[in-house]
C-alpha cells in the first residue's frame, strides 16, 4: 500500500487482496482497513474521512464512488463471502453510521447492498 498516506492504517490478516484510492483523498482523523483473503476495496477520489473503518472478511468487494463524504462511518462485511457493498457518487454519511451485509440473522441471503446519494437517483 502507498504509506505516504497520513492516518491510513491497512491491516492484510489474508491474501490476494487489492486496495485501490484515488486522489484527491483526505483524511481528517484515520482510516483504517482490515482483510481476510481474495476481497477488494477501492476508494473514488475527492472522499473525505474523519474516522472511517472498513472491515472485509474473505471474497468480498467494497467500492466507494467518487465525493463521499463521511464524519464516522464502519463497513461491515466478514460475516459472509462474496459480499457487496457499494456507495455511490456525491454521498454524505452522517455520524456513527456502521453498514452491515448481515445481521446474523436465519435465512437472509442478501448479496449485494447499494447506497446512492438522491442526485444519482434523480439521473440514473
Do not use: M
Request: hydrophobic share 40%; with cysteine; net charge neutral.
Amino acid at each position: 500500500y502507498y504509506p505516504k498516506i497520513k492516518n491510513l492504517k491497512i491491516n492484510f490478516d489474508g491474501i490476494n487482496n487489492y486496495v485501490e484510492i484515488h486522489e484527491p483523498f483526505e483524511i481528517k482523523e484515520e482510516v483504517f482497513l482490515s482483510f481476510g483473503d481474495n476481497s477488494k476495496i477501492i476508494i473514488d477520489a475527492h472522499s473525505i474521512h474523519k474516522k472511517t473503518k472498513i472491515l472485509s472478511g474473505s471474497s468480498n468487494n467494497i467500492i466507494i464512488g467518487k465525493g463521499l463524504t463521511t464524519e464516522a462511518l464502519e463497513i461491515h462485511c466478514f460475516s459472509a463471502k462474496g459480499h457487496t457493498v457499494r456507495i455511490g457518487d456525491d454521498c454524505q454519511v452522517a455520524w456513527d453510521v456502521i453498514v452491515r451485509t448481515n445481521d446474523a440473522s436465519i435465512g437472509i441471503n442478501n448479496k449485494s447492498l447499494f447506497i446512492y446519494s438522491i442526485l444519482s437517483l434523480l439521473y440514473q
